[in-house]
């Protein structure tokens, strides 16, 4: 039984380490073999961008070597898809190589789409990658006062990290000791400041009490220098504009046409993708009508691989996924909060503490342990 | 009718319905429907909110064993 996971990010990593573990006895006695495909030998703590963005973290923060993360039994090879041939159970690789599998895995993730909005990689600052995050930075550090606008596309990775850079950029400024001169604007898509309605609720009266203005209906439709200008007809003037691009799946995905926008249509319970019993997806590769977190896919990858072992050792699945995410919310002034939901229960955030700041500090850290499997 | 495009956002809380329906009429050309299924109770405002707000049309609207159903035409 050969299992193929392609895809190095979170999904892909703990899931083929919960796999590896499960069914280590079938590789050893050789049958079963998993492999995994990714386009990078780094694997990347990607929340931690969040922080690199207003100087709290270095790029070396965000690194490991992701051989170091997987079990040794996995098959790791940096050669990345760029043909699927479902009908079949075989892809072929970057480097030409034709490989089959029984169970396919496919968490290739999603990436910032600057270009969805005409003029917002030239006008305005993001945090997705590193360069992007570094640069933003850099703009902060001779950012001397004036009108700030945050503005967020859709669909986006990281639910909560509107409100994040929000609070990030008020701590930054009042360290900088610029606050008094800021005018903080912050824009969103629906009708209310954030998504989940209790984060919502929460959000809201700490802006009026930050001074923090808000605009929602609001989504981008172009930004040209000085300006930001919505579909809604509305528009924002700002002197730094720091923005949250709409996303899409890997073009991999949209060259093989899995999915439109790159995501593919998936089973919300068995994470089958539509239409094919061997072949799995998860994290933000999927379409699901749920967060596109690293919560969503650690979740995700440990319901596929307990469901997967047992494919293999019982002929069929256990469990479904029930759609539980776990997102924290850093709040700025050394505080954090969390919201956790699934398919059948909304969340309850409390009210932000320190502890719970440090407890996302210090996952900053445990990450890696989480990555290999083992928390 | 049989080229509408389905947008499944029952018993979801984040992105939540109407950034489901965003997300999907984004990806849609001019001139499709969406037909949104969202069990929110706050969808019956906040959708035709939007859709008024941003100048798309609800062609029709009604609720079926306690799911909302809201077809929208994407104009421009």
Known sequence: MHIL???GGMGGTILANNLARRLSGEIEQGSAKITMLSASDKHMYQPGLLYVAVGKMSTSELYRDQKSL???????KVDPVEKFDLDNNSVTTKSGKKVSYDILCIATGSRGNAAGIPGLAENACQFYTESDALAMYKKLQKFEGGKVVVATGVPHKCPMSPLEI???LIDYFKKRGIWDKVDLHYTYPIGRVHSLEPVANWAAPEFDKLGVTYETLFNM???????????????????????VPPHKGMQVIEDNELG???FIPTDKKKLNMEGRENVFVLGDTTNLPISKAGSTAHFEAEALGEN????VQQGEPVREYDGKVFCFIEAGDGKATYAMFNYDNPPNPQAPTSGLHWFKTAYNRMYWASARGII | MSDRILVDAKNTFCPGPLMELIS?????????????????????ADIPEWVNKVGHEIIDSFKEDDVLHIVVKKIK
């Not at chain 1, 220098?225 to 579909?231: C, M, R, T």
């Not at chain 1, 997967?308 to 494919?311: H, P, S, V």
């Open chain 1, 5 to 7: 996971v392609v895809g």
């Open chain 1, 70 to 76: 997987l079990e040794p039994s996995i098959d790791f």
């Open chain 1, 166 to 168: 929000t609070f990030f």
């Open chain 1, 221 to 243: 439709k172009e930004v040209v220098p000085g300006k930001v200008i919505s579909e809604e007809d509305s528009s924002a003037e700002f002197d730094l504009l720091v923005t």
């Open chain 1, 260 to 262: 439109k926008g790159g």
């Open chain 1, 308 to 311: 997967i072992a047992a494919l």
């Open chain 2, 24 to 44: 999907n009429m984004k990806m849609a050309d001019v001139g499709a429907e969406l037909e949104l299924l969202s069990t929110d109770e706050g969808s019956a």
